[in-house]
């Protein structure tokens, strides 16, 4: 079973910064089985970016998805207040299964 | 768009079973895999299993085997997730998220969530 790592947990932030969240998987996986959520208190997940670097349909430009093999990037280039929430990483390992990173909180420094 | 929606909320004893539903509309029912989420309370996405509605096919995670059951009805368009014997631990918000499978592996739609409580 893949096991994803996210890095920090919590990162404190102010709006207009540049955030850097950390996807790291125990072992190699393919660009197209990494997709990353947000999720916001009360809502269900929404798809950000899929294939490792494919912003979904409607996300800004400000969210970009970045990395390789076993190490994947999400940076958000300047905060708007909208994106202090949850981020979620994922992958679809080679037993068919799916795993998801414990998370990264974005909160408003 | 395709809509997800699920049923509403539930509570259970400790030992019962507990059966969540999750409709999809526009779109080929048959073309999409659905799967199954949930989340305790405060903490993060935990992924249950899946479901191919054009085979019934399933797939789930080591840790719910044996105790839960995807099933679907190709006539209402409708999936559902059966959990057993369930104990406090299983108290969370559980998310029916719908992937249509290409080249890259995604869920691209999700449900509004199920809160299920178990509580004696």
């Known amino acids: 079973e893949t096991v994803l790592t996210q890095s920090p947990g919590t990162l404190s932030l102010s709006p207009g910064e540049r955030a850097t969240l950390s996807c790291r998987a125990s072992q190699s996986v393919s660009d197209n089985f990494l997709s990353w959520y947000q999720q916001k208190p009360g809502q269900a997940p929404g798809l950000l970016i899929y294939?490792?670097?494919s912003r979904a349909t409607g996300i800004p430009d400000r969210f970009s998805g970045s990395g390789s093999g076993t190490d994947f990037t999400l940076t958000i280039s300047r905060l708007e207040p909208e994106d202090f929430a949850v981020y979620y990483c994922l992958v679809f390992g080679s037993s068919g299964k799916y795993t998801f990173g414990r998370g990264t909180k974005l909160e408003i420094k | 768009q395709v809509q997800v929606v699920q049923s509403g909320a539930e509570v259970k004893k400790p030992g019962a079973s507990v059966k969540v539903s999750c409709k999809a509309s526009?779109?080929?029912?048959?073309?999409?895999?659905f799967h199954w989420v949930r989340q305790a309370p405060g903490q993060g996405l935990e992924w249950m299993g899946v479901v191919n509605p054009s085979d019934g096919a399933t797939n789930y995670a080591q840790k719910f085997q044996g105790r839960v059951t995807m099933t679907r009805d190709t006539s209402t368009t409708t999936v559902y997730m059966e959990l057993s014997s369930l104990r406090s631990e299983d108290t969370a918000v559980y998310f029916c998220?719908?992937?249509?499978?290409?080249?890259?592996?995604?869920?691209?739609?999700w449900g509004q969530g199920t809160p299920v409580t178990v509580s004696s």
């Open positions: 294939g490792a670097s």
């Open positions: 526009g779109d080929t029912f048959t073309r999409p895999l």
């Open positions: 998220t719908r992937e249509y499978r290409t080249a890259s592996y995604y869920f691209d739609s």
